[in-house]
């Protein structure tokens, strides 16, 4: 079985991908999806909010993956649903196996690697205490309560402020458990505003800022929670502990790129973001080998997921026509990190293909008010733009034209942040 | 008396505020037409949107994603989700299909959120 192009993972990513590849004249394109249906992680998000952005109108997560499948049809991209890939080597034949097909292999022209992340859980965090039942991370409670139509619980804390543990606060409300609060390791939230206000103080939902949970009881569901607050540097303060009565305890407290075939396959990994290290085309450091969405580096916004998933789909069909990379590997410009910012994406530029400019996503790493990003070559600065607060809840994108890696000459970029005074 | 609005419409989250004795005068904040009314109209009368499943037979999952196609009051939030509960609807279903018309009197209807 040969695709000139396949895409691991049918979710948001995915499906954007292998639109674009086989719409910029691919030829054949293969989907391989290891749940049932299409969609991925947007099947259980129904709440609205996704869109705005790509659609210019707010959809639920349903809806925006149906618009993805719909396009499908007349495309003559190929699906292979419950079907889990295995192994993928670094010459791109990829093993997988279904309960309709068997084991198969399947040889790729080119390979788009879009398989999403999985959840931290307790042990990543390392909750001490009891182990009783009743203590999940957010997103399967979400899939528990969405897709299969079970409720996991009536008296509810959640730790963890991302938009999935605010979302599921306002969710379980809705669906009439008590969330007693939400509970956030750091000093400031890591959700969207909008989440806070919508999910949490429409519903009365206290959020304890600089709070973890220090102890799980119960002997076979959960009884208790406790919550002490942390001084700066994390560390619980003794005299601080809270009890709750709860039976019920959402994690949500962080998102892993799902990278294991990726390592078959020989791709390189960012520690940073835990996701393939790309060039401006997402090709990851195995020719022919692209990566996009949330197994490249976890998104705030699917918006954004479909639209890195689109330039990887186009760098994946573009390396199909030209049978290798557009140019060959020409001149590589490195992106390094400077003060505050955590990683970009992409991480390396080849400096020739640059047509008019490219587009940087980072993060930096603390919050950061009256800031002043600037792009340096060496001592020089080529360009600086401000921005009056940086979170780490929120990613940033840069756009770098031309002109900067013509001034660059040859030099590795660095982007960094200061702060306005220090600027001057 | 000065009021403090997070503007829900899109993922900014703009931080608006104005003066409830003169709101239309003193509205700040907002970067956007539609976040300047959104605040004008919290003050007034909070309106939301929800999202949610209903039960259904015959298909691939137990329950199917709808949300109300409009506007609701925030006090009948408790009371749309009620009405919701009572559905059950046979699959297939059409994405935008409604399934509860008219909530409450609200003029809003429940509609699918997907196909299935």
Redesign the interface.
């Given at each position: 079985m040969y695709y000139n192009v396949v895409v691991i993972g049918g979710g948001p990513a995915g499906l954007a991908a292998a639109e674009e590849a086989a719409r910029d004249g691919a030829g054949s394109v293969l989907i391989l999806e290891r749940d049932r249906e299409l969609g991925g992680i947007l099947n259980q998000c129904i709440h609205s909010g996704f869109g705005l952005h790509y659609f210019k109108e707010q959809l639920t997560g349903p809806e925006y993956a149906q618009r993805f499948i719909d396009r499908l049809s007349g495309t003559g991209i190929d699906v292979k649903t419950d079907t889990m890939v295995l192994n993928i080597t670094p010459d791109k034949k990829i093993y997988a196996v279904s309960s309709k097909d068997g084991y198969m292999c399947i040889e790729a022209g080119a390979i788009v690697l879009a398989m999403g992340c999985r959840e931290r859980t307790r042990g990543a965090i390392s909750i001490p205490g009891e182990r009783p039942s009743g203590v999940f991370t957010a997103g399967a409670a979400q899939r528990y309560l969405n897709i299969e139509g079970y409720m996991c619980g009536k008296k509810v804390l959640i730790l963890g402020s991302g938009d999935i543990g605010l979302i599921m606060a306002r969710r379980m409300t809705l669906e009439g458990a008590e969330v007693k609060a939400v509970v956030e390791l750091m000093p400031y939230s890591n959700g969207l505003k909008r989440n806070i206000a919508q999910c949490l103080n429409d519903y009365d939902i206290p959020l304890y800022l600089s709070h973890t949970v220090t102890d799980i009881r119960g002997k076979t569901r959960l009884e208790q929670a406790v919550v002490s607050e942390v001084d700066e540097h994390f560390v619980p303060i003794p005299g601080t502990e809270t009890v709750f009565d709860v039976d019920t305890l959402l994690l949500s407290v962080g998102l892993i790129p799902e990278n294991e075939v990726s390592k078959t396959a020989g791709v390189e990994i960012d520690r940073r973001t835990n996701g393939a290290v790309v060039s401006e085309d997402m090709m990851t450091g195995v020719e022919g080998i692209f990566a996009c969405g949330n197994v490249l580096h976890v998104h705030d916004l699917v918006d954004f997921v479909t639209h890195e998933a689109e330039k990887a789909g186009k760098g994946a069909a573009e390396y199909i026509k030209n049978k290798g990379v557009p140019g060959g590997e020409g001149r590589v410009t490195r992106l390094l990190n400077g003060q505050f910012v955590g990683y970009t994406v992409p991480q390396k530029v080849h400096t020739e293909r640059v047509d008019k400019f490219i587009e940087v996503l980072f993060r930096v790493k603390n919050v950061v008010n009256n800031a002043v990003v600037l792009v340096k070559a060496g001592d020089d600065v080529l360009m600086s733009t401000k921005r009056q607060q940086m979170l780490p809840a929120e990613m940033e994108k840069l756009i770098l034209p031309k002109k900067v890696f013509d001034a660059a000459a040859g030099r590795d970029i660095e982007i960094t942040v200061v702060k306005e005074d220090e600027a001057k | 008396m000065t009021k403090t609005i997070?503007?829900?419409?899109?993922?900014n989250?703009c931080?608006i505020t104005l003066d409830t004795e003169r709101p239309e005068e003193t509205v700040t904040g907002f970067s956007c037409p539609q976040g300047r009314e959104y605040a004008l109209s919290e003050l007034l009368h909070p309106m939301?949107?929800?999202?949610?499943?209903v039960?259904i037979t015959g298909a691939?999952?137990?329950?199917l994603?709808?949300?109300v196609n409009g506007n609701i009051p925030?006090e009948l939030?408790?009371k749309v989700?009620r009405e919701i509960d009572k559905v059950c609807v046979k699959a297939p279903v059409k994405?935008g299909d409604v399934v509860l018309p008219n909530v409450l009197g609200t003029g809003v209807d429940i509609t699918a959120?997907?196909?299935m």
């Open positions: - | 997070t503007c829900i419409l899109c993922p989250g931080t939301r949107t929800i999202s949610s499943t039960r691939a999952h137990p329950r994603p709808v949300k925030k939030i408790f989700m994405c959120t997907r196909d």
